[in-house]
């Protein structure tokens, strides 16, 4: 799947956020939005993850070519997951099983991919505890189990380092690599740390102020 | 303190030997508020939920209405239903006065406001996380509605014990538009009253004692419900 950005501008209460914006996704790996805190990161995300319309501009998705309809059959393609995760007031497991009960799936395929999905960030021991008893930083990892048992195509991660401490910044840093090295999907990330950045991403990009600086800052692989 | 104590001692002896009026009485009691709050909370809860979780015009002023009404003096109510019911009023062709459906009436209307107000606040609270959680996981927007009021569910359950605890100790209006009619619209709330006007001060005491058991004990039920209980899709 393919994501290509034209153009696209938004503004809040009359103060500019994103600026001409343009960029194409189009090949599996991580990208890495790189910025300041409120240069308009966090925005384009939430766009990029049609959460949020631009007030200009256009968000495509195309498949073989083929241009996809924004409706919830390709909502349900990609995930997004935000800085502060919303923990829903039940257990680990059913937290990760939401998004799988709303597909309406069985409840064997449910428990296998929440077990794989808690495995991999490391929080299978924990699936009967209340999801808010979890540390921040176990919150997070939820988070992302939470949005990798949809095996999402693309996965939009909005700072997801960015309120935990050094040990669960490393683990979901060693994730995000498992993910690249599996290569069956594309992480699109923000962070505003340079050396997350460089540990992290195939592709890095520059936002300034509401500007997106793609190809003079691109680190190809 | 005399009084007291030979109340309690009366309402174990009532209990004990299974009196068959008193067990009238109490399941009259029961009956009458159940389905009062059963009416209340199937019209209340959907409409709190629109309240708390729609933007539209007049809204605030729904809420406001809610809640003022949460304040109803029963006796009011009562009136209100006693002229809307009684022989010359718009529904008196109907012949409910003095009857349990009028005073399933009156309690509904006592019931109904708590349940909207608070199924609201409860609602208005949830964490604004959660909707768009939902909605990144890909919930469809009613199944984004439906996670959001089974996030509220503690709130909607302290809702419904709320105005359950309301209608089972409430006697002015049911006293007006039931007319405590002994084997027929007698509750528990109403014979103790009748019974304190007679200065059969033990019987009443014995009833207000058992009707005190019996909301706490429907309270430390829902409590426990509330403390185990699992959301739909969560």
Redesign the interface.
């Known amino acids: 799947m393919k994501l290509t950005v034209s153009h696209i501008a938004k503004a809040y209460e009359g103060r500019n956020i994103l600026m001409d914006c343009s960029f194409s996704f189009d090949r599996n790996g991580t990208y890495v939005l790189m910025g300041p805190n409120g240069c308009g990161k966090s925005t384009f995300l939430r766009i990029c993850a049609l959460l949020e319309q631009a007030d200009e501009g256009t968000v495509s998705y195309s498949e073989n070519n083929a241009a996809l309809q924004p409706d919830m059959a390709l909502r349900r393609r990609i995930t997004l997951v935000l800085p502060k995760i919303g923990v829903f007031n039940t257990t680990v497991a059913r937290n990760v099983a939401y998004p799988l009960r709303v597909r309406g799936m069985s409840h064997a395929e449910i428990e296998a991919r929440v077990n794989k999905a808690l495995a991999f960030v490391g929080l299978e021991r924990k699936k009967s505890q209340q999801a808010r008893t979890l540390s921040s930083g176990e919150t997070q990892r939820l988070g992302i189990a939470r949005a990798l048992v949809l095996d999402p195509e693309i996965l939009f991660l909005d700072e997801p380092t960015a309120s935990i401490d050094e040990e669960n910044t490393r683990i979901i840093e060693s994730m995000i690599g498992d993910m690249r090295k599996q290569g069956k999907s594309m992480v699109i990330m923000t962070t505003h740390d340079n050396a997350q950045a460089e540990r992290t991403a195939d592709r890095i990009l520059v936002m300034e102020r509401g500007v997106l600086e793609g190809h003079p800052n691109l680190r190809t692989e | 303190m005399n009084s007291l104590f030979q109340g309690f001692v009366q309402a174990i002896d009532l209990i004990l030997h299974l009196d068959p009026v008193l067990f009238g009485i109490i399941l009259l009691s029961l009956k009458v508020s159940g389905f009062a709050l059963l009416i209340a909370t199937v019209f209340g809860l959907p409409a709190g939920a629109l309240l708390g979780l729609k933007r539209f015009p007049g809204r605030d002023l729904a809420i406001s209405t809610a809640n003022t009404f949460m304040g109803l003096p029963p006796v009011v109510v009562g009136l209100f239903v006693y002229l809307l019911l009684s022989r010359k009023g718009p529904l008196g062709f109907l012949g409910l006065l003095y009857s349990p459906s009028a005073m399933i009436i009156a309690q509904t209307i006592l019931a109904t406001p708590i349940v909207i107000a608070l199924c609201q606040s409860a609602i208005v609270n949830v964490?604004?996380?959660?909707?768009?959680?939902?909605?990144?996981?890909?919930?469809?927007p009613r199944?984004v509605t439906v996670?959001i009021i089974a996030?509220a569910r503690y709130g909607i359950l302290s809702a419904i014990i709320a105005a359950f605890g309301r209608v089972m100790a409430e006697v002015g209006a049911i006293l007006i538009v039931g007319g405590n009619i002994a084997g027929y619209t007698r509750v528990m709330t109403t014979t103790i009253a009748l019974e304190t006007d007679k200065g059969n001060f033990e019987l009443a005491l014995a009833l207000g004692i058992i009707l005190l058991a019996i909301s706490f004990s429907i309270n430390f039920i829902l409590h426990a419900v509330q403390k185990k209980g699992?959301?739909i899709?969560?």
Do not use: V
């Open positions: 964490d604004p996380l959660i909707r768009q959680a939902a909605r990144t996981l890909g919930a469809t199944q996670t996030e699992t959301s899709l969560t």
